[in-house]
């Protein structure tokens, strides 16, 4: 082939990746592009942004540090703003390649971007080549065909990982990216106004700044396994709530690409041959396959992901009360753990995993409110969204979802207590509760005026009314 243009969608790195690996053995003369859908930025069913800021912020850098890699090379990175089925055709138009090379992804919107891709292509004469490249394990290395996968995450991990060999992460293309023609205008990185956003305000009490990019992936990954030996102890360490290195913090550079699964994998495989291999070295690659497991389930149910029966067709009797559904999406349910992990959100666009869980719950175990309004809300905030991690996430916690156990629940306070027994988490984020003893802090409720007043608590003025009647069995041990 003598012309290929590589459209990057969610694999923006030069480190193992298929495409650019791929293009680059086949032809002398490869472009790079990727372009900014405007839809994602459009108000979603909860009337906020598809996309918030936060993740938009992370996908400018990310795409800054590609393009900044790319000129090092004396190439570039070719970026566009509107319809990628548009631009992408145009630019191969431009470029007169024969074929553009993408990766294939598997839910639904992005399905239909990649179709009408291929049509305006195919009218053009101009080839798609779809790779497969989001897993850990590789889709055709799988020893079932998708749409016999297990339902079941154990029986899935133990099948891949007795019969499948991960395949080794590729090198960066060692052949340069070809220099942009002169007829070709390589198109300016928007800002977030650009795209009808708001700056992000970085909150001074966010304990870990995210910066986009390959470069900072590498970094973090680095840092991770080898300066801080902090993989040594994932297992232990991984429900954390408070700081930087309780858990990897991989999921945004995973989500977007910056980092790929397989890149992590033999990195985990190297240090534990170098340093130390134990439960917790292993647990950060058992996560890798929960994470494989939520995207080839997805491409197995299809728009089930999206359904509010989910993947077990369960009619759930969820009430869609916007006044509550606010007060969750807010901070403000007068719920100390679960205020301090939505605050947390709201403010730095991540949540632990273990507040992920437990805010899901409170919301449709004891709220009763649609999970389809989590999800949404969690797409437009989360730093680190992926459409499969997050909706089969949420259906997994709401109980529509592939999990063996029936009514999984989390109690609250029993988790609270178990997780942030200090309370420094909920402090951190709650301010107006720092005077109320750690052991006090989950039951307001049953304090005194007089004893509320001593810790300077004013109920429904400087911390709300819990909008929930607890009749939880765990009492306030005073
Ligand atoms: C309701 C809900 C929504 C979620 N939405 C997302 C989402 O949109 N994007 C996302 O990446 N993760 C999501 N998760 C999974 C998990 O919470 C995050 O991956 C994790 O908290 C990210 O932090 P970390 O990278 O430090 O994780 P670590 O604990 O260090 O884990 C390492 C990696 O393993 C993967 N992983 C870990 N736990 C899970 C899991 N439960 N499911 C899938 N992959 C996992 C992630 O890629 C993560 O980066 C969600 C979980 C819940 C309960």
């Not at 003598?2 to 472009?31: C, F, G, M, P, Y």
């Not at 459009?42 to 590609?66: H, Q, V, W, Y």
């Not at 030996?229 to 991984?238: N, V």
């Not at 494989?292 to 009430?319: I, Q």
Request: aromatic share 12%.
């Amino acid at each position: 082939m003598k012309k290929i243009l590589v459209w990057l969608r969610n694999d923006l790195r030069l480190h193992d990746n298929t495409l650019l690996h791929e293009a680059t053995q086949k032809s002398e003369q490869v472009w790079v592009a990727y372009c900014i859908d405007k839809r994602l930025f459009a108000p979603n069913m909860l009337g906020i942004p598809k996309t918030g800021n936060f993740r938009a912020k992370f996908l400018t850098e990310s795409l800054l540090d590609l393009r900044l890699q790319l000129r090092k090379q004396g190439s570039d990175l070719i970026v566009r703003l509107g319809k990628p089925e548009q631009e992408i055709c145009k630019i191969a138009e431009i470029l007169q390649v024969e074929a553009v090379f993408t990766s294939k992804e598997v839910t639904q919107e992005e399905l239909e971007v990649e179709t009408a891709l291929e049509q305006n292509l195919t009218s053009k004469g101009i080839a798609i080549e779809y790779f497969w490249q989001a897993t850990l394990y590789h889709i055709n290395d799988l020893p079932f065909p998708v749409c016999k996968l297990p339902d079941i995450f154990t029986e899935f991990r133990k099948a891949v990982e007795r019969q499948v060999e991960i395949r080794k992460p590729l090198p960066a293309p060692n052949k340069k990216i070809s220099p942009l023609p002169k007829n070709l205008f390589a198109g300016n990185i928007p800002t977030l106004k650009e795209v009808g956003l708001q700056e992000v305000e970085i909150s001074p009490k966010a304990t870990f700044i995210f910066k986009g990019g390959e470069t900072e992936a590498l970094k973090r990954l680095h840092y991770y396994l080898w300066e801080s030996d902090l993989i040594a102890s994932y297992k232990e360490t991984r429900n954390g709530l408070l700081g930087k290195d309780y858990s990897s913090k991989f999921s945004p550079y995973l989500a977007l690409g910056c980092i790929s699964p397989r890149q992590i994998w033999q990195e985990v495989k190297k240090y534990e041959k170098e340093r130390t291999a134990n439960e917790s070295t292993y647990w950060l690659i058992f996560e890798l396959i929960w994470r494989d497991f939520f995207r080839f389930t997805a491409k197995k149910y299809g728009n089930r992901l999206f359904y509010p029966s989910g993947f077990k067709n369960e009619k759930l009797a969820l009430a869609e009360n916007t006044e509550i559904f606010w007060k969750w999406a807010k901070g403000e349910t007068g719920v100390p753990f679960i205020d301090a992990n939505m605050r947390e959100l709201n403010a730095t666009g991540f949540m632990s995993n273990r507040g992920r869980q437990n805010v899901a719950s409170f919301l449709v175990k004891d709220l009763k409110i649609s999970w389809i309004w989590g999800a949404t809300y969690f797409e437009s905030l989360l730093i680190d969204y992926d459409v499969c991690s997050n909706w089969g996430n949420w259906q997994y916690v709401a109980g529509v979802g592939n999990d063996p156990r029936e009514n999984r629940y989390f109690n609250i306070i029993s988790q609270a207590e178990r997780y942030d027994s200090q309370a420094e988490f909920m402090k951190h984020w709650l301010p107006e509760l720092q005077n109320v003893p750690s052991k006090k802090i989950n039951y307001l409720g049953e304090l005194s005026a007089k004893e509320l007043a001593e810790y300077g608590v004013r109920i429904g003025v400087n911390y709300p009314k819990a909008i929930v009647k607890w009749t939880l069995a765990v009492k306030v041990s005073k």
